[in-house]
């Protein structure tokens, strides 16, 4: 029987925060050839993957990491209400209630590595939950420990966040003496940079070199959650000069990236997947901000008021409404058990009271009513944990966005094509060179993943393994 050939001992996973698949529809042809165009050539190009749940950062990055929707793995948004705290919960690795792929690695073999990289802690913990891996941010001298590597001691030293304020930000194809696209005069705009972009991948590079990974007889796993071009996107929508200019700076050091992986640890001996936590809708004009932002507290009253009409009979105003955390509502169970009320009719009654708030689209209740049909419910479905996402999810018309205060919203949580779309694109061993049309969801990540590393997929794992993505082995033969 021919011998099966030896598999790659590193895996690269970069999740960006936010990137629309229609990115490298509208903007590949400005990119160099040895980046996302590389990928797409030379790796199996899904342009179609699918978030079929709520597209908040926290719950895209839990889905990838555990192959489940958030109705198993509880991270429903970025954050929540603690019912029982009564206070609100933010989205962490700890809060995660499904296993991960990372966790799957170390449960292989106890000599497997997991090592996380991102801006900050908070966001690839979500990808790798509280088990055995080290996280290392890129953004932070403070974090620098005793036990860490000397290399990464001074890697921090060399890109301390300070030295990037007032730095001037030039486009990648703009002409020379051009005025640059921005000037990062605050924290906000360096870190919505290329420039704090490009200090992630010089972690991830020094990381590969500095501790030569892939030259083992064990796995090492490296997922890298990209937070740059989500904050920039956060801030200007997916159509924006700034946005197209920062996805060809990515552009550029996914390049670099797969220059020094080819040479180490070499051809053959690395693979490498590309992805996105969610899209991005197109930033409403300034003039028209007012018609887009929705205001939670607004919703919240409606919702209140018109339970309070249907259900008072006295001039006294009862309150009925917990609280209102986008997109979800939580009832006062205590009120409503008081005055005999079925929680699942409260549950209806305040979907209904919801459609009739301006820019209000669909309601789905705990008790599994929807004002939707179709692809919809399995949407609402899958973005709704039992205990966590309380009594009703709401989502908006199409660009809408929950107001979050000085004329900002949150642009992410939906379930429209423009969130929820994302490219995957699987590289290097074993994959095979295709591009494949057919819709896949993100679900499919890490069984597909698991697959490739030879380890078992994520234990709520409810994805498959996307065969089409590997290259065909050769028949075996006595």
């Avoid at 990838?64 to 948004?77: E, K, L, M, Q």
Wanted: charged letters at 20%.
């Amino acid at each position: 029987m021919a011998a099966e050939p030896p598999h790659p001992k590193l895996f690269i996973l970069l999740v960006a925060e936010q990137f629309r698949s229609d990115y490298l529809d509208r903007w590949a042809h400005l990119m160099g050839t040895g980046g996302f165009r590389r990928l797409m050539a030379e790796g199996a190009y899904f342009p179609d993957c699918r978030h079929k749940a709520s597209t908040f950062t926290s719950t895209g990055l839990a889905t990838i990491a555990t192959g489940a929707w958030p109705d198993a793995h509880g991270v429903v948004a970025d954050a929540w209400y603690d019912t029982g705290a009564r206070q609100l919960a933010a989205a962490s690795g700890a809060s995660l209630l499904a296993t991960t792929l990372a966790d799957a690695v170390n449960a292989a073999d106890p000599r497997n590595q997991v090592i996380a990289c991102g801006m900050d802690p908070s966001r690839p913990e979500l990808l790798v939950g509280t088990g055995r891996r080290r996280l290392l941010p890129s953004d932070s001298p403070a974090s620098a420990a005793p036990s860490d590597p000397a290399w990464f001691v001074a890697f921090l030293k060399t890109h301390r966040p300070e030295q990037m304020l007032n730095a001037r930000w030039q486009g990648l194809r703009s002409r020379a003496g051009a005025p640059p696209l921005r000037v990062l005069m605050d924290e906000a705009s360096r870190r919505a940079s290329p420039l704090a972009q490009q200090a992630q991948f010089d972690l991830l590079r020094s990381l590969i070199a500095e501790e030569r990974l892939g030259f083992g007889d064990h796995l090492d796993f490296v997922p890298v959650v990209l937070t740059s071009i989500g904050l920039l996107g956060y801030e200007v929508g997916a159509d924006s000069p700034l946005m197209r200019d920062m996805a060809l700076q990515l552009d550029r050091q996914i390049e670099l990236t797969l220059d020094a992986l080819h040479k180490a640890p070499g051809d053959g001996k690395f693979g490498l997947a590309f992805t996105a936590a969610h899209g991005s809708p197109p930033e409403p004009d300034p003039s028209s901000r007012p018609l887009f932002a929705m205001k939670g507290d607004d919703v919240a009253r409606a919702v209140n008021g018109a339970l309070s009409a249907h259900y008072d009979v006295s001039t006294v105003k009862n309150r009925y409404v917990e609280r209102y955390v986008y997109p979800f509502l939580y009832l006062r169970h205590e009120q409503l058990r008081r005055y005999g009320i079925e929680a699942r009719e409260a549950r209806r009654a305040a979907g209904e009271a919801a459609l009739r708030v301006p820019g209000v689209a669909a309601y789905y209740t705990a008790d599994g009513a929807c004002s939707r049909g179709g692809e919809w419910v399995e949407r609402f479905r899958g973005s709704f944990h039992a205990v966590r996402s309380g009594d009703l999810m709401l989502a908006y018309q199409p660009n809408l966005v929950e107001e979050a205060g000085a004329g900002r919203g949150v642009s992410y949580g939906s379930l429209y094509g423009y969130d929820t779309r994302v490219p995957l694109i699987f590289y290097g061993e074993p994959f095979r060179a295709q591009t494949l049309e057919g819709a896949v969801e993100t679900v499919d990540i890490a069984p597909t993943l698991a697959r490739a590393m030879r380890v078992a997929p994520p234990s709520s794992s409810v994805g498959h393994v996307l065969a089409q993505a590997f290259a065909a082995r050769a028949a075996s033969r006595k």
